[in-house]
């Protein structure tokens, strides 16, 4: 007998929903909108409904279900509770799989989204095949998710991972969005690569396309590929901070291989040949060797790893 | 029937050896000199001399034993294979367990001696009751153990936990033991505390206890005790360090517990006192409440650990 396993990925506008065959493969996915209101109650009732209709839609009996992963944007602890609730949908904590039991009743199990993605990358995207690895999300900030002998780790209060708050920059002035100065998330994330931008333009009056439209990450790395001296120049710095970041990370887990994923990960190869240099610059030389991929999961990646974790 | 463990620490000139019962009480403990000659040929047959010797003495029979833990100065995977190794003793690759299991017929498992610390501290030591913990050894070298979920994490080439290559200091002008410029252990080894005070002494004349005698950390230490403000500096620069480098490993794997021992550690609480300001101004927010403990089993962590694996 077929068994099938659904991935759910709880977001702040909307779920994603995949449903899965347990050789991991995508058999169908979509997307239902997240009802914040009533401090997020109908969210969980209408992903129970979702995939019941989906159920009926495709003839799947509930005996025939391995199991549902769900991603949540909050710490959850190994229980599937939501310990310190999540702020974006209204969440205050409770246990998920409980919850979710209530309408149907198979195995159930939550983790955190940006772990969920991490994981997703392990099993089916940039890093399969890896037992040992660091998904980097690089998007509005810099995520990160730590997958260890095929295990995730969440850490004493589910914040390991949180490599965008490495503290990289003694010299910083602005606060990050955590209240501390100089974390990587400032330096390598769009927003903070926008910043590096802006700052290196405002330096001197040297010629750039970068000064013809908006600065953005994406603008940067079109930059760098047409050739820009000043674009070059800033996804230097950008890579200088990310690689010495990573650096570190290395030193303490050290992964088989960083799988870079989110917004800024679309300029493609281009971006890790800027990561690279400064990585093993810095790297214990023993970590040298450590891989790079960039994730290939895209959005998905949240909902390949909700229903990886069914299959652990 | 009362089970017995053996733990092992296989050092550079002697040989750890502990009887434990199978709560983790040490009821016994002695060493045997390391025999170099002959690429360490003679090492583990000596170690299996001494168990067999032991048990004869203490009347235990091979069915009474749970097993020998045994801990190593090298990188060992899984299956117990010293990958890369023991340069300071003289072993190339091969299979431990396998090795002595020629000696005696029970259950042998092999870590790497530092990852043995840390397992040791969580098991009987600073960190008992703690799940997620990482030790720190500042010695002549700063050494990391991590363990998440009860596992001691070894990492893909057996490098996590090399913390003390954590790189902090971008104006380092002298080469770390690595190669590399600017590592935590540069500043909060016994070695880098006693550099940075002669650093600091040859910044100017100001008078200094520090001035009487050699430098050390433990002459540094002292002359906190002793109210000196040179000393009371320098111990603030060292605390400033640590304090950075651990806030990053919390970012990574948020530990519930650091654990510090090594021979640093011997000048007490008053260490801790210097490290917790810094790192309470650069951790991640949800990372601040970090407990600190100073190590408890000294020089016996090594052979507590070893033997804490095999009841894993």
Redesign the interface.
């Known amino acids: 007998m077929e068994r099938y396993i659904f991935g759910v990925d709880v977001g702040g506008t909307t779920v994603k929903l995949g449903l899965f065959g347990e050789k991991g493969n995508l058999l169908d996915k979509w997307e239902i909108p997240t009802v914040k209101a009533d401090g997020g109650a109908a969210i969980l009732p209408h992903v129970a409904e979702s995939i019941l209709t989906k159920m009926a839609e495709k003839g799947i009996g509930e005996q025939e279900l391995a199991g549902i992963g769900v991603g949540v944007p909050g710490?959850v602890d190994e229980r599937g509770t939501l310990v310190g609730g999540a702020v974006n949908i209204g969440w205050k904590p409770f246990n998920i799989p409980e919850a979710l039991q209530a309408y149907i009743k198979v195995t159930v199990k939550a983790v955190n989204d940006a772990n969920a993605a991490a994981f997703g990358e392990m099993w089916q995207g940039g890093g399969k095949g890896a037992n040992?690895l660091v998904a980097v999300t690089l998007g509005t900030g810099v995520g990160?998710g730590?997958v260890?002998?095929g295990?995730i780790?969440?850490?004493?209060?589910?914040?390991?991972?949180?490599?965008g708050?490495?503290?990289l920059e003694d010299g910083e002035t602005e606060a990050c969005g955590?209240?501390?100065k100089g974390c990587l998330e400032q330096y390598a994330s769009a927003t903070g690569i926008a910043r590096l931008a802006r700052r290196r333009l405002a330096q001197d009056g040297a010629p750039s396309i970068l000064r013809e439209g908006e600065v953005s990450a994406k603008s940067v790395f079109d930059g760098v590929k047409a050739g820009d001296k000043i674009a070059i120049e800033i996804a230097t710095q950008f890579g200088a901070y990310l690689g010495?970041g990573l650096?570190?990370?290395?030193?303490?887990?050290?992964?088989?291989i960083f799988v870079i994923g989110g917004g800024v990960s679309k300029a493609g190869e281009i971006l890790l040949s800027f990561v690279k240099p400064a990585f093993a610059?810095?790297a214990?030389?023993?970590?040298r060797?450590?891989g790079f991929a960039l994730a290939e999961l895209g959005n998905d990646a949240g909902i390949y790893g909700a229903a990886g974790i069914i299959l652990l």
């Open positions: 710490a040992n990160g730590i260890i002998d295990r780790v969440t850490g004493a209060v589910g914040a390991a991972g949180e490599i708050h490495i503290h955590c209240g501390n010495k650096a570190v990370v290395a030193a303490v887990v050290n992964p088989e610059q810095y214990f030389p023993a970590c060797e450590t």
